[in-house]
T-cell receptor, first 111, second 111 residues
Framework: GENVEQHPSTLSVQEGDSAVIKCTYS??????FPWYKQELGKGPQLIID?????GEKKDQRIAVTLNKTAKHFSLHITETQPEDSAVYFC??????????FGDGTTLTVKP | KAGVTQTPRYLIKTRGQQVTLSCSPI?????VSWYQQTPGQGLQFLFE???????NKGNFPGRFSGRQFSNSRSEMNVSTLELGDSALYLC??????????FGSGTRLTVV
């Protein structure tokens, strides 16, 4: 079955710096790659996603890149702010709506 | 618009009992997925329903079951509860296979 590896598990940056989280997937049938932000006591919140026919997508300070050949995808957050502190999850989906999640990255943005 | 609503928010059950959790998706969403979240195992896929049909099932024992009603509302049931079933159970909905919105979850504690 699908396996998603996520790195790093923890990431600490200074406010204003950039943060990068990387994921690798194993199932070549995966064609949709969402990223979620989870804050304490809440469910994961979709922050950006990318489909397999696109190499890069950007939404304000957040961007995602996908390398299908290497089966890698990454989340880039620029100009980080303290409110970006949370746990971030990557996921890989097949057409049938099943998500396999990475283990999460705890991002801490120091003011 | 209203988000994904999960009830109850918290639940305490005794080993051997059964439990039913409820999920009301966003209006118009046809796909509902369920996940189990624990500190040790992360987010694990349970099953996914689309227009009342189970399309996918994760690697959980038969004690875990679910269903979806004609109004897209979904329930999951766990029979013969074990201590290891203590977790946050998350429901997510989408119109098709993309852009899932998660609820805040039901925190189940088995004692």
């Amino acid at each position: 079955g699908e396996n998603v590896e996520q790195h790093p598990s923890t990431l600490s940056v200074q406010e204003g710096d950039s943060a990068v989280i990387k994921c690798t997937y194993s199932d070549s049938a995966s064609n949709y790659f969402p990223w979620y932000k989870q804050e304490l006591g809440k469910g994961p919140q979709l922050i950006i996603d990318i489909r397999s026919n696109v190499g890069e997508k950007k939404d304000q300070r957040i961007a995602v890149t996908l390398n299908k050949t290497a089966k890698h995808f990454s989340l880039h957050i620029t100009e980080t702010q303290p409110e970006d502190s949370a746990v971030y999850f990557c996921a890989a989906n097949t057409n049938a709506g099943k998500s396999t999640f990475g283990d999460g990255t705890t991002l801490t943005v120091k003011p | 618009k209203a988000g994904v609503t999960q009830t109850p928010r918290y639940l305490i059950k005794t080993r051997g009992q059964q439990v039913t959790l409820s999920c009301s998706p966003i209006s118009g969403h046809r796909s509902v997925s369920w996940y189990q979240q624990t500190p040790g195992q992360g987010l694990q896929f349970l099953f996914e329903y689309f227009s009342e049909t189970q399309r996918n099932k994760g690697n959980f024992p038969g004690r875990f079951s679910g269903r979806q009603f004609s109004n897209s509302r979904s329930e999951m049931n766990v029979s013969t509860l074990e201590l290891g079933d203590s977790a946050l159970y998350l429901c997510a909905s989408a119109w098709d296979n993309y852009g899932y919105t998660f609820g805040s979850g039901t925190r189940l504690t088995v004692v």
